[in-house]
């Protein structure tokens, strides 16, 4: 989200970060131009309200895939790939979101997704639902506390060893909550684990499951890495500064396509120029960064919030992984995403 106030960062912030990153940092490269494919129908609210979507990936049924995303005045949509709204759900100011699938349900397996919830501006919390795949319907679990004053970002994380499930909360003012979520029983059990602090505002996180690294934006500042251990303390690595460059504050939403063990590639919204960046996961090498444009009808995106990407076959149209990102101006429409191929954005920028 755009905050038109500048803030001043310390010196030592910039200090740290500078040397910390400037192994990482290539010479400024073309911003290439990648079409979108399709977009979502309007969020009903209007201004800024549309922001973050999760993708739930059919293996089976490809092109039954969906997306879930927030309208964050007043609750979650369920979109089909061809854009269509699926269902909606009233769940209030629900501002980021992500899912997980096969997860254990009050016994049954069933997909979980889980947001940011902001209803109570001084009290940020949680809200938990269930997907049925078939009927696109979200069933709500429940809210619970967060210890944030106000959650912004938000993303889950299954560690590889034993699936344990746990979420991040990001709140307003950098605060980050860790979450242990057991949904297995008749009543969610969540539990704050574990909080670091950031120094100002911060949104944007991303969780690797392979790995155990967890990926913040603090949105004038950049890119931090975190252990998502829930024993990982308050210890952080500078990932990427904004530099204005290659990432134009704010810096917004952050997502992982995996390839591998441990490779792929981090994508994190350059908003303040209305592009995208993308580094290494294994090296943390700068790859490029690109645009969003119009393509057969359907326009380009600007000042992106949330963005998500996922791997795999998702039809023709997607073959090679399907991205998703939020379109900050979708006039004379309100806001809503757009979808396009992740094939074009590795084929436009030599990731292969």
Do not use: H
């Not at 991205?323 to 979708?330: E, L, P």
């Amino acid at each position: 989200m755009r905050i038109p106030t500048a803030r001043i960062l310390a010196p030592t912030l910039l200090a740290l970060l500078t040397a910390a990153c400037a192994t990482r940092q290539a010479p400024p490269s073309a911003t290439v131009s990648v079409p979108a494919v399709r977009e979502t129908a309007a969020v009903d609210s209007l201004r800024d309200a549309a922001d973050d979507p999760a993708i739930w990936r059919d293996a089976r049924r490809p092109e039954r895939s969906l997306i879930v995303a927030t309208d964050k005045q007043d609750g979650l949509y369920v979109y089909g790939l061809d854009g269509k709204i699926r269902g909606f759900l009233r769940a209030g100011r629900v501002n980021n979101v992500d899912l997980r699938g096969d997860v254990v349900i009050n016994g049954a397996p069933s997909v979980l997704v889980a947001a940011s919830d902001r209803t109570e501006r001084t009290d940020g919390k949680i809200a938990l639902f269930a997907l049925n795949t078939e009927t696109a319907a979200l069933t709500a679990l429940g809210r619970f506390p967060a210890q944030v004053t106000e959650a912004y970002g938000f993303c889950l994380y299954r560690r590889a060893a034993d699936r344990a499930l746990f979420a991040f909360v990001v709140g307003k003012d950098g605060t980050i909550s860790q979450l242990s979520i057991d949904v297995a029983g008749p009543t969610p059990k969540v539990a704050v684990v574990r909080q670091m602090k950031l120094a100002t505002q911060s949104e944007g996180c991303v969780a690797d499951d392979r790995t155990g690294q967890l990926y913040v934006a603090e949105e004038d500042v950049g890119l931090w890495r975190f252990s998502a251990a829930p024993d990982g303390g308050d210890g952080r690595e500078a990932f990427f500064k904004v530099d204005g460059q290659r990432l134009v504050a704010d810096a917004e939403g952050l997502a992982i396509l995996p390839r591998g063990r441990d490779g792929g590639y981090l994508v994190a919204s350059s908003q303040g120029d209305s592009a995208y960046a993308v580094w290494n996961l294994r090296d943390g090498a700068y790859r490029g960064r690109f645009r969003i444009v119009a393509s057969g009808g359907v326009d380009g995106t600007s000042d992106t919030d949330g963005i998500e990407i996922a791997a795999g076959d998702f039809g023709p149209d997607f073959p090679g992984g399907l991205m998703v990102a939020q379109d900050g101006d979708n006039s004379p429409q309100a806001q809503n995403f757009k979808l396009l191929s992740w094939r074009a954005v590795e084929k436009a920028l030599d990731l292969r």
